[in-house]
């Protein structure tokens, strides 16, 4: 048979609707995979076997009576443990939240079971989704399937390391400054950052309000675009949704042609700091959409020069008051109550013992942007800045259909790298921070791997807010022509990694 764990989404889902195999089956074969690669990767922070193969013979009974069911039921799925799931535990990669299991689903997990997606279990994440590398979990980093001492990128390096390491077909991720993009581009999978608004908020643990959004992992264009019409819609319950339709990005994805779109390479994103492979691999992908029929301009966006310093202060200064609920008073942690001490002190106690440094910094940064004396010229200053970059994207996309980039400036560092250094981890998120800022949609498209290292190197798809099906028709013309050239996609050659077992 098969490897069931080889197969993209889109292939499962036809042989599920076929019946050359069942839902139970390919769950089965997933847990199986998680059990013997997971001990080195440490995608997972919990599995939940038993509930997963339960949810799979509850479709495969569903099937098996004549049930219209969506096109991924079936397919198994793997979410990022922001994202809230009743029943299992949701710590977002922190101790001040371990063990702390939802009584309700976020709207984005709703949807999954809904369409009938088989969902394996929660995957690591730095803290409160702050971090590049995913070595900010209070559970220990995830390390990159291509290379075990490298890091899968972050926040969610769980999620898009599941996917690379053939642990899901599929994964949610959430991407505040590149979160999901970023993960994509190191471990040669594709993410999408969806409209601000495209998918709901509500549920997710927020970090940064104006600018979390969550969207597909995924091996292919398609397979990303299957997922991202199953989680995407307005939700009343966000009030932050976009009540509008939602493009085709299946279509799109589809239809893969890029004769006549008009293409910005963004100036500002390239140059120095950037390592010669990203730039050549990038510079060859672009020169790959030209040849099928698109046309090429440079777009001057200056104000993408100061995006992450005014990032920087955006978001600590909501994650500071967004983090604040988390005060032992209600759930989660609970330290230093020995009877003794004040309200207060129990909440310093157990605030210091449940975040980790980087959590601490943030919150300190925030809190001090937003104190008397100091908002206007931190915080007011930054979201000026955003608007001058909200205003750079709209001059841009006068002359260009889409934008694109390299995804990151480099490729996966390694464990331990950059850890003490905040600026150079940073500096991870230069090319997808100003599309959060502005609300924008954009994709990570795998282009190949860089000659100094071999690693995974990712192209940045932007377009316009509510114009995601660009994304996925630019997307898939390039990773068909790569293909074509390659005669398989760059995921199909990555290391086998050892078997070691797992989580549980």
């Not at 022509?481 to 990555?494: E, F, K, N, S």
Request: glycine share 10%; proline share 6%.
């Amino acid at each position: 048979m098969t490897d069931l764990t080889r197969l993209t989404a889109a292939d499962t889902a036809a042989a599920l609707t076929s019946g050359d195999v069942s839902a139970a089956e390919v769950t089965e074969a997933h847990l199986a995979r998680i059990r013997a690669v997971d001990g080195a990767v440490h995608a997972f922070l919990h599995v939940d076997a038993e509930g997963a193969v339960d949810a799979a013979r509850r479709i495969d009974a569903r099937r098996a009576a004549g049930e219209d069911l969506g096109p991924l039921a079936g397919v198994p799925i793997a979410v990022k443990d922001v994202i809230a799931t009743e029943g299992m535990p949701t710590t977002c990669g922190s101790r001040i939240l371990e063990g702390w299991v939802p009584p309700y689903d976020a709207t984005v997990t709703r949807r999954l079971k809904d369409a009938g997606l088989v969902v394996l279990g929660k995957t690591n994440m730095d803290e409160f989704a702050m971090g590049s590398s995913t070595e900010h979990s209070a559970f220990g980093p995830t390390h990159n399937p291509w290379d075990l001492e490298r890091i899968p990128g972050g926040s969610g390096g769980g999620s898009a390391a599941a996917v690379a390491a053939f642990e899901a077909p599929l994964a949610v991720g959430t991407d505040t400054g590149g979160s999901i993009r970023q993960p994509a581009a190191v471990t040669g999978t594709v993410g999408a950052k969806p409209t601000y608004g495209g998918v709901s908020r509500y549920g997710l643990v927020a970090l940064a309000s104006s600018l979390d959004q969550a969207g597909p992992c995924a091996r292919t264009v398609l397979d990303a675009a299957l997922l991202h019409a199953v989680i995407a819609g307005h939700d009343p319950l966000d009030s932050t949704s976009v009540d509008a339709p939602v493009a085709d990005v299946v279509a799109a994805a589809r239809q893969a042609d890029v004769a006549g779109v008009r293409v910005g390479v963004v100036k500002q994103l390239g140059g120095e700091g950037y390592q010669p492979g990203v730039e050549q691999r990038f510079r060859e992908a672009v020169s790959i959409l030209e040849e099928l029929g698109a046309s090429v301009v440079e777009v001057d966006c200056p104000a993408f020069d100061y995006a992450l310093p005014a990032y920087y202060l955006i978001l600590p200064s909501e994650c500071s008051s967004n983090l604040a609920r988390f005060d032992a008073m209600r759930y989660g942690l609970r330290a230093g109550d020995d009877g003794g001490g004040s309200a207060e002190d129990v909440m310093a106690v157990s605030r210091d013992a449940g975040f980790g440094p980087e959590a601490k910094r943030r919150i300190m940064l925030g809190t001090y942007a937003l104190s008397s004396g100091y908002y206007d010229a931190y915080y007011g200053q930054a979201q000026k800045v955003r608007t001058l970059i909200v205003r750079d994207f709209a001059a841009a996309f006068e002359r260009a259909d889409v934008l694109v980039s390299p995804t990151a400036p480099t490729t996966a560092f390694r464990i331990g790298e950059r850890i003490d250094d905040p600026l150079a981890m940073y500096l991870a998120d230069l090319c997808t921070i100003p599309s959060n800022l502005a609300g924008n949609a954009s994709m990570s498209v795998p282009v190949g791997v860089a000659p100094e290292d071999g690693l995974p190197v990712g192209l940045q798809v932007i377009a316009p807010p509510m114009a995601d099906d660009r994304l996925y028709r630019v997307g898939a013309a390039l990773e068909g022509a790569l293909a074509d050239r390659w005669g398989h996609l760059l995921i199909d050659q990555a290391p086998e990694l050892p078997t070691t077992g797992g989580a549980q």
